[in-house]
T-cell receptor
């Protein structure tokens, strides 16, 4: 069974450009999470989908970030326009719909804004 | 102050040594996770705990709910254990994980 996959693994873009990150969760997992680690800091929560609905988006830094999960399958996280402080590693995780189940993480997307 | 604090931040050990990484948290939780990330690699879940103790191979994780504290132990450490070990908690009021800063472990041969 495929794990959580993220695309791309690395992205280098210029300030002001747009970048879209993609996450394919484990098939059948209703819960999908986006997290981010900025250099030198702990990993922080961005948002949580249950199927196609945003359950909690309290961690989204500002309106330059837009997350979608159309059809409740894969999710995209778009940053537009990107700023230098958006650089970091973006992780996606998924878990089943049962409470308190293990979360499975993707490899992460390393985003560098120059 | 972060809701999840780990210690130490950095740890260097000699192969074969017994290693302990500590995690303290300040919120009520439904579960605590220990995660591992090798250099250049993704995050792998080692344990999910809500009480007591779990063991998997050379790894042991314990949690004391009353003291809001968990430990991850590695017995007979090996250079391949070198990685970042991260403690994360799931609070009672939400599904998201709150992460500690991680412990960078280096095991020398």
């Amino acid at each position: 069974e495929a794990g959580v996959t993220q695309f791309p693994s690395h992205s280098v873009i210029e300030k002001g450009q747009t970048v879209t990150l993609r996450c394919d969760p484990i098939s059948g997992h209703d819960n999908l999470y986006w997290y981010r680690r900025v250099m030198g800091k702990e990993i922080k929560f961005l948002l949580h989908f249950v199927k196609e609905s945003k359950q909690d988006e309290s961690g989204m830094p500002n309106n330059r970030f837009l997350a979608e999960r159309t059809g409740g399958t894969y999710s995209t996280l778009k940053v537009q326009p990107a700023e230098l402080e958006d650089s970091g590693v973006y992780f996606c995780a998924s878990s089943s719909g049962q409470p308190n189940t293990e979360a499975f993480f993707g490899q992460g997307t390393r985003l560098t804004v120059v | 102050k972060n809701e999840v604090e780990q210690s130490p931040q950095n740890l260097t050990a000699q192969e074969g040594e017994f290693i302990t990484i500590n995690c303290s948290y300040s919120v009520g939780i439904s579960a605590l996770h220990w995660l591992q990330q090798h250099p250049g690699g993704g995050i792998v879940s080692l344990f999910m705990l809500s009480s007591g103790k779990k063991k998997h191979g050379r790894l042991i994780a314990t949690i004391n709910i009353q003291e809001k504290h968990s430990s991850l132990h590695i017995t007979a450490s090996h250079p391949r254990d070198s990685a970042v070990y991260i403690c994360a908690v799931r609070s009672w009021y939400g599904n998201k994980l709150v992460f500690g800063a991680g412990t960078i472990l280096r095991v020398k041969s």
